[in-house]
T-cell receptor, first 115, second 111 residues
Framework: KAGVTQTPRYLIKTRGQQVTLSCSPI?????VSWYQQTPGQGLQFLFE???????NKGNFPGRFSGRQFSNSRSEMNVSTLELGDSALYLC??????????????FGQGTRLTVV | KQEVTQIPAALSVPEGENLVLNCSFT??????LQWFRQDPGKGLTSLLL?????REQTSGRLNASLDKSSGRSTLYIAASQPGDSATYLC??????????FGPGTRLSVLP
């Protein structure tokens, strides 16, 4: 059974550009969440999607957005990149999310470097 | 607002020792608590999931306990090995809203 797949693994972008990251959840999982990990702030929640609808959103500016497709694959987009957006972006999938006993599985992450 | 802390921040032990990692959270209104390990530059690997109605879970050399009323969880690692060296993260699922993570404990097991 394939795990959570994130692409690309590494990205280098210039300030002001935009970037799109992709996440393919485990087959059958309908909930996909995104997290940003930095040395200073640790792991912070970005947003969660379930059945193509954003259910929850963290405290990030509107430059961060996402979507989920009918096959549960999800993308997140960051526009007008800033140096502070350099981070490891992690995607998590779970069957339905938000229920007792629902285990979350993470991908290997996308390392974004903004120069 | 849920806050999660982990003690110690770093730990170095000789191979073969048993050890305990601690996690504390401020709001007991949780569905689940999950322990993860993270190797440098990698994603998170799920170790154990404890539902709020459970007291502990075991997997191999790992045992995690949960005391929801006091807002505490511990991860016990028996007979530690160099391959256990990693950062261990505690995360609480806040009634389905999202995971709130602790800062992690960086573990080094010396051969």
């Amino acid at each position: 059974k394939a795990g959570v797949t994130q692409t690309p693994r590494y990205l280098i972008k210039t300030r002001g550009q935009q970037v799109t990251l992709s996440c393919s959840p485990i087959s059958g999982h309908r909930s996909v969440s995104w997290y940003q990990q930095t040395p200073g702030q640790g792991l912070q929640f970005l947003f969660e999607y379930f059945s193509e609808t954003q259910r929850n959103k963290g405290n990030f500016p509107g430059r961060f957005s996402g979507r989920q497709f009918s096959n549960s694959r999800s993308e997140m987009n960051v526009s007008t990149l800033e140096l502070g957006d350099s981070a490891l972006y992690l995607c998590a999938s779970s069957l339905v999310g938000g229920q007792a006993g629902t285990e979350a599985f993470f991908g290997q992450g996308t390392r974004l470097t903004v120069v | 607002k849920q806050e999660v802390t982990q003690i110690p921040a770093a730990l170095s032990v000789p191979e073969g020792e048993n050890l305990v990692l601690n996690c504390s959270f401020t709001d007991s209104a949780i569905y689940n608590l999950q322990w993860f390990r993270q190797d440098p530059g990698k994603g998170l690997t799920s170790l154990l999931l404890i539902q709020s109605s459970q007291r502990e879970q075991t997997s191999g050399r790992l045992n995690a306990s949960l005391d929801k009323s006091s807002g505490r969880s511990t991860l016990y690692i028996a007979a530690s090995q160099p391959g256990d060296s990693a950062t261990y993260l505690c995360a609480v699922d806040n009634y389905g809203q999202n995971f709130v993570f602790g800062p992690g404990t960086r573990l080094s097991v010396l051969p």
